[in-house]
């Protein structure tokens, strides 16, 4: 260990060498190595120090040792280091990814009370795992307390919104959010529309996703929509083109399908390996085998129709 070369060479590691180590050891995920550097730390009577509470903690999160995170973070409150807002967030997403949105919810209480102010960061962080408990009341609750607090929303925490939205089944409140985002003169990407027609089509909306996407739709909202995608420049991608292609596939529209995947290439976008082995696996359906080889044929990847 370089320690042991510099007590060979006496050379004595300063505190910046120690917080340098644990950092790099941390990221790596070493953390017995880590902890071995704490614990000279420690036995020199160096405080660590919140920086260095903060590298061991996210080192246990990426590691995914969630209970040994927490046992840092109360050891750094017992030895009097102050916790910062990212000692707090590492733990938010610490008690996240074990389900324990309870206490992670705890914790973004304490903040205030320790003189600290959650970012949008942090906020982030919260409404991810919210979301992914399915908690969408209380996901919306803490977005509105976000903007009470003057918080601005970064597009991460807006493709949160969008996402939990629709996978939480609130396709509707989905696309309210995003119009109140144009109103608000958010910029628009299209990784925010894929998020609303990918979630069109899950719910079963598949009509009013291809309305959507095409621009043939004669329901104003969904031509309204469309239309403002290419106002700004945000033109489909290919994962917008496969979203519904998959679904078409998946719905035996075959026809429908090839039509939507001429269009496709048209754009120039190719068939992905994804969408090519929902094809393969539908070749079983004997009846509609001459339509789907047509399609295999036509737009399957080079490298891949050999194996079909």
């Keep these: 260990m370089l320690l042991n070369q510099m007590s060979h060479f006496s050379i004595a590691p300063s505190h910046f060498t120690h917080c340098i180590l644990i950092d790099a050891f941390s990221r790596e995920g070493s953390m017995q190595d880590a902890e071995d550097v704490f614990e000279i730390m420690i036995q020199r009577g160096e405080n660590p120090g919140t920086v260095i509470y903060n590298a061991l903690m996210n080192g246990c999160y990426l590691q995914g040792q969630m209970d040994k995170a927490r046992k840092i973070f109360d050891a750094m409150v017992e030895r009097g280091a102050n916790p910062d807002i990212l000692s707090y967030s590492t733990l938010m997403n610490a008690h996240f990814k074990k389900n324990e949105n309870d206490e992670a919810m705890h914790l973004l ?12 960061g942090t906020y982030n962080i919260v409404l991810q795992g919210l979301f992914r408990m399915g908690r969408y009341r209380s996901a919306r609750e803490v977005f509105i307390e976000m903007r009470a607090a003057s918080l601005p929303p970064d597009f991460h925490t807006y493709c949160t919104m969008l996402d939990g ?9 989905g696309l309210q959010f995003l119009q109140k985002m144009e109103f608000d003169r958010v910029k628009l990407d299209i990784t925010m529309y894929n998020i609303i027609l ?8 598949f009509q009013f ?3 959507l996407f095409n621009n043939l739709s004669l329901l104003d909202e969904a031509k309204e929509f469309f239309v403002k995608m290419e106002e700004i420049s945000c033109s489909a991608n290919g994962i917008t083109f496969s979203f519904i292609a998959q679904e078409l596939l998946r719905r035996g529209e075959y026809n429908d399908a ?3 995947l001429e269009e496709m290439a ?9 969408t090519f082995s929902i094809l393969i696996d539908l070749l079983q359906d004997k009846e509609n085998y001459p339509s789907l080889m047509q399609i295999i044929e ?10 079909s």
């Design 109 to 120: 209480r304490e903040i205030p009370q320790r003189g600290l102010r959650a970012d949008v």
């Design 266 to 274: 048209r754009r120039g976008f190719k068939m992905d390996s994804y």
């Design 165 to 173: 939205l629709c996978k939480c089944g609130h396709i509707e409140e």
């Design 209 to 211: 996703a291809r309305d």
């Design 258 to 260: 090839l039509r939507f």
């Design 298 to 307: 036509k737009f399957g990847p080079n490298e891949l129709k050999s194996k």
């Design 198 to 205: 990918h979630g069109l089509c899950k719910s079963g909306r």
